[in-house]
C-alpha cells in the first residue's frame, strides 16, 4: 500500500514574535477544541489496567557514578529492539562465564544441525560474552543488568582479522514493581526488558537459549500511543535542565493510502506550553486541596498534565492546517534525547535521563507479561 509523507511545522507568520505568545497560541487552540470531542477522543490506553497514572520528573542521573563510560557507551546511540521476558528460573549472575560457553556452544550446534544454513554468518566462528552491567539498578528490589555479546568472523580468516561484534542484547530490571518482585519465589530472577540489536536469526538463537535453560517466555513490546505521550512528556520537562534541541512526533492517519505526518516544534515552544500546562494543572489542584506535597513542587508529572498537553498539540495543528491528530495513531517520538516507536524500537541517545527511560520500559514489560 502507497504511504504519503507530510511535514508539517506551525508557520512562524501566524505567531507574534515574542515566544511567550507563541506558547499562549498553543493555550487558544487547546481551549478552543475543549468541546469538540470528534478530535479529542481519548486514548484507549488510557482505560487499561493497572496503569500509572503519576511518574517521578525526570532529573538529570549521573550515571557514570555508578555505571562505567565503557558499559554506557554500549547501550547509547544505538537503536534497540524490545521484547518482554518473563522471570528467569534457577539464572545465577555468578554463573555468566558458564553460560557464555553454554549459548557459544548452542549457536554451533544449531548451525550444524543446518538450522542456520543460508543465513548471514553461518559459516563464521562465534564468541559469546555474559557480562553484568554493574550498577545498573535504581531500587534495592532490582536485579543487576545482564549485557551479552556476540562476536564473529569467518572461519577462514586470518589469525590477525579481530573478530567483530554481530549481536548485542541486555536484559534489565529498572525500578521494577516492589509487590511483583518480592512475589517471586527465591528461584526466579525477573529482568523483563529485553533489547536486542543485531541479526535477526541470531536474536532468535539467544530466546531460543533463554527459554530452554530458564524457562521463561519472550513476547514482543510495543509502546503504546500512551507510553508515547509520556515520553513526549516527561522529555520535554528536561529542557529547563537539558537543551532537548526539539521535539518531534510522527503520527499515521487512517486514510486510503494512510498519511504520514510529521511535527516538529521548537524547543523552546514545547517547553513553554508544557510549563503553562503544568501551572493551570497545578492551580487547578492547590484550589481543590487534592494534590500531594511531591506533587505541587514539581517533583511528579501526572496523566492530566500529559493529556492536556498532548490534546493542545493536536488543536493547535489542526488549527493551522484543519487535519485532525487524534483520529490517527502516534507512531514515534524524538528529541535530542532519544527516540521511540510504536514499533518497539527505542534509542537512546544520551545517558543523562535514560533511567527516566527505562523504567517507563520496564514498567510495560512487566504490564505486557501474562502473568
Known amino acids: 500500500m502507497e504511504r504519503r509523507n507530510s511535514m508539517a511545522r506551525t508557520p512562524l507568520s501566524s505567531v507574534v514574535a515574542p515566544r511567550r505568545s507563541r506558547s499562549k497560541s498553543y493555550r487558544r487552540s487547546y481551549h478552543s477544541c ?6 479529542l477522543s481519548l486514548t484507549s490506553g488510557l482505560t487499561a489496567r493497572r496503569l500509572t497514572t503519576s511518574r517521578r520528573a525526570p532529573k538529570s542521573h549521573s550515571i557514570t557514578e555508578k555505571v562505567s563510560p565503557e558499559q554506557l557507551a554500549l547501550l547509547v546511540k544505538k537503536e534497540w529492539q524490545l521484547s518482554y521476558v518473563t522471570p528467569l528460573h ?5 554463573q555468566l562465564k558458564s553460560y557464555s560457553r553454554q549459548l557459544q556452544a548452542f549457536i ?8 542456520a544454513v543460508g543465513m548471514e554468518g553461518a559459516d563464521s566462528s562465534f564468541r559469546v560474552s555474559f557480562s553484568v552491567l554493574q550498577g ?6 532490582d536485579a543487576e543488568s545482564v549485557f551479552v555479546q556476540i562476536h564473529s568472523k569467518p572461519v577462514f580468516a586470518g589469525q590477525e582479522k579481530p573478530m567483530r561484534s554481530v549481536w548485542s542484547g541486555w536484559l534489565a530490571c529498572i525500578s521494577g514493581s516492589p509487590d511483583y518482585l518480592r512475589s ?3 528461584d526466579f530472577v525477573c529482568l523483563p526488558l529485553f533489547c536486542s540489536s543485531g541479526a535477526e536469526w541470531l536474536t532468535s538463537l539467544v530466546k531460543s537459549w533463554f527459554q530452554r535453560m530458564f524457562d521463561c517466555c519472550f513476547g514482543p513490546l510495543e509502546i503504546n500511543t500512551t507510553n508515547l505521550e509520556w515520553l513526549v512528556a516527561l522529555w520535554t520537562n528536561c529542557h529547563s535542565e537539558f537543551n532537548i534541541q526539539h521535539l518531534k512526533l510522527m503520527w499515521t492517519l487512517p486514510v486510503v493510502p494512510p498519511l504520514e505526518v ?3 516544534l521548537h524547543p523552546q515552544d514545547a517547553w513553554e506550553l508544557w510549563r503553562s500546562i503544568r501551572e493551570d494543572v497545578q492551580d487547578e489542584e492547590k484550589t481543590e486541596g487534592g494534590r500531594d506535597t511531591m506533587a505541587k513542587d514539581g517533583g511528579s508529572i501526572c496523566i492530566e498534565e500529559v493529556m492536556r498537553f498532548m490534546q493542545a498539540l493536536k488543536c493547535h495543528f489542526y488549527r493551522h492546517f484543519r487535519v485532525d491528530l487524534s483520529t490517527g495513531r502516534l507512531d514515534q517520538v524524538s528529541t535530542a534525547l532519544g527516540s521511540a516507536k510504536h514499533n518497539g524500537k527505542i534509542k537512546i541517545s544520551n545517558s543523562s535521563y535514560m533511567i527516566t527511560t527505562l523504567m517507563l520500559l520496564t514498567e510495560c514489560a512487566l504490564l505486557k507479561m501474562p502473568i
Not at 534457577?90 to 555468578?94: I, Y
Open 136 to 141: 545498573m539498578v535504581e531500587t534495592d528490589d
Open 262 to 264: 510529521t511535527y516538529t
Open 34 to 39: 475543549l468541546g469538540a470531542a470528534s478530535y
Open 90 to 94: 534457577q539464572f545465577r549472575h555468578k
Open 108 to 115: 554451533v550446534a544449531e548451525r550444524q544441525q543446518g538450522l
Open 184 to 186: 517471586l519465589p527465591e
